[in-house]
């Protein structure tokens, strides 16, 4: 027995046919859905499927939007948080992906300033702590950085205690220590401020900061420190780098502007209310520092010193002589006295005026000349003034107020507020001040709001509501709507199938013609509805003609399976 080999073939083998059921699915949807049962529950499902729909929009749309209210924080810092946003009812989520805390748009503000007045969040772990994470076996260039950012950190945390100051960030430029460098460069610092809305800082503040700096690392000079704010203005100003004449006049002026300013409203305020006067002051200053020295002399000198000698006769010598004993020893005879005359000048001839010159001796008859030296003090008398800058050369102020609702101010309430006004700057007629009051409407400008309609807050609100009134609609039309039609029809056509055969002709179950009300309509009869027939009533059925009426109920009743059974038989014809 020999089998005859035949050649491989490349072709593939054909696949087997595909199901009758399988070959077209969009046939067998329409088929499915043709279906009596299908077709009675499509508007509950529909109705189903529309309700949840318009839940998932709206729960979609009825969630306002979420802003991003913190982000990398630490988990006690989350907890912290979100308990003192539950405390203050304010709604907040955490995102499972970047772990940001999202809360309201409409909250975002509020919950802000709640945090800020709490102090959260807390403060990553930094300063000193940074070093009780350092691993062992790192190296010298690591552990010095990691040492100055701890430095750098507990630096920033100090400037922060300042009011007027929300953030703080410091930079150190340290050299490294080496015993081989001769010029070893001196560390410096940079600090950034980011001061409150509103805030500034005074000179002595930004002063007392760069002291703080440069206190806190060794050999740091205080003109090597830099302080910038949030806006890039540099605020320690050093050397020729400071302001300069014209910068201290203005900020000097500034300050006693302000400060009359703040006395007005002080005044003004309780007298005629918040908001109805408005106040301007211009001051003069003069900033011009003075210097005078001042020397005086008297005419009339002091004697301060005198030499000189004189030459003269003398009438009655009494030399001594005789023997040496008691009479020797007797006292000489009385002195007369002589009225003192001016001293003689300088070559012993007395004054051309004949005035004594003061200080010096009488006139004395017995002398032929005489020689003096003198020598006078003169009267002197220094003085030095030197005058501070800051003087006002002239004040002017105006203040405007708002007439009342009903009539005006009078003259006389004018005068009394100007002389109020005069007395609370110093009112000095001296120096040419002017004070001005004057009393007027206000004119009432509208604030255009400068932002677009859609960037408007009550616009959201307003779009998720009509949309949820959009889908309401959406449901009430397309759901309710035909499901309602659709039992009403089923009703009809029940009733339309309880009907005797010529009752759908118009006649009666009797046969007669049916009643009609005066508006032409039919009047409706009582109908008793017949029960639904199934295929075990037909197969029991023997009677021929009432198969027949059974077939055509159950066929009435189910109009699908009778198509389905039809078809059936015509194939089944068909393969005999």
């Known amino acids: 027995m020999s089998t ?67 982000e990398n924080l630490s988990d006690a810092d989350k907890q912290a948080v979100t ?26 503000s509020k919950a802000r300033m709640l945090l800020a007045g709490q102090g959260l969040p807390k403060q990553a772990p930094g300063g000193y702590a940074i070093l009780d994470q350092l691993p062992m076996g790192v190296s010298r260039a690591v552990e010095g950085e990691r040492l100055r950012q701890a430095r750098e950190s507990e630096l920033a945390r100090s400037i922060e205690e300042i009011d007027a100051v929300a953030e703080a960030r410091v930079h150190l430029a340290t050299p490294e220590a080496s015993p081989f460098i001769r010029d070893k460069s001196s560390p410096s610092a940079s600090v950034v401020l980011k001061l409150n809305a509103g805030r500034s800082l005074s000179e002595s503040q930004v002063q007392s900061i760069i002291n703080l700096v440069a206190s806190s690392v060794p050999g740091m000079k205080p003109e090597d420190v830099t302080v910038v704010d949030q806006m890039g203005g540099l605020l320690s100003k050093k050397g020729a780098e400071g302001a300069s004449g014209d910068d201290r006049r203005i900020d000097f002026q500034r300050r006693l502007e302000e400060k009359y300013r703040t006395q007005l409203i002080q005044l003004l305020t309780p007298l005629v209310g918040a908001g109805n006067f408005t106040a301007e002051v211009q001051a003069d200053v003069n900033l011009d520092e003075t210097s005078a020295t001042s020397e005086r002399y008297d005419k009339d000198g002091a004697l301060r010193a005198e030499t000189g000698n004189w030459t003269g006769n003398q009438k009655d010598p009494t030399t001594p002589g005789g023997i040496p004993g008691a009479l020797s020893n007797t006292p000489p005879p009385a002195s007369t006295l002589q009225q003192p005359q001016a001293a003689n000048g300088a070559n012993g001839a007395p004054p051309a005026d004949g005035k004594p010159v003061a200080g010096g001796p009488g006139v004395n008859p017995e002398k032929q000349s005489d020689a003096f030296q003198r020598a006078y003090d003169l009267n002197k008398q220094i003085s030095v003034t030197r005058a501070a800058p800051g003087s006002i050369k002239r004040l002017t102020v105006a203040v405007l107020l708002r007439d009342p609702a009903t009539g005006k101010r009078s003259q006389m309430e004018i005068n009394q507020i100007s002389d109020l006004v005069k007395s609370a700057v110093g009112f000095d007629q001296q120096r040419n001040d002017n004070v001005t009051v004057i009393s007027r409407k206000f004119a009432d400008a509208g604030v255009e709001d400068s932002r677009a309609w859609y960037d408007n807050s009550w616009l ?117």
């Not at 969009?26 to 509950?44: D, F, Y």
């Not at 940001?100 to 409409?106: D, F, I, Q």
């Not at 039919?522 to 017949?530: C, S």
């Open 460 to 576: 959201p609100i307003v779009a998720r509501n009509a949309t949820a009134v959009l889908i309401a609609l959406l449901v009430l039309l397309l759901g309710v709507r035909p499901l309602v039609k659709a039992m009403t029809k089923k009703k009809d056509e029940a009733e339309t199938k309880a009907l005797p055969m010529g009752a759908a002709d118009g006649a009666g179950a009797d046969g007669a013609a049916p009643r009609v009300a005066a508006d032409g309509q039919p009047v409706p009869e009582q109908i008793a509805v017949q029960p639904a027939v199934t295929l075990d009533e037909i197969e029991e059925t023997n009677n021929f003609d009432d198969r027949i009426v059974k077939v055509r109920g159950f066929t009435r009743d189910n109009p699908a399976r009778a198509a389905l059974a039809i078809r059936d038989m015509i194939r089944s014809e068909a393969q005999s």
């Open 83 to 108: 308990t003192a946003l539950s405390a203050a009812n304010i709604k907040s989520k955490i995102n499972d992906g970047t772990g940001a805390l999202t809360v309201n748009e409409e909250d975002y």
């Open 4 to 70: 005859a080999l035949t050649p491989a073939s490349n072709t593939p083998p054909a696949l087997p046919p595909l199901p009758e059921k399988f070959a077209n699915p969009l046939r067998q949807i329409k088929s499915v859905m043709a279906q009596p049962a299908v077709r009675r529950s499509a508007p509950m499902a529909m109705l189903i499927g529309l309700i949840a729909a318009a839940a998932l929009a709206w729960m979609a749309l009825s969630s306002p939007p979420q802003k991003t209210l913190f």
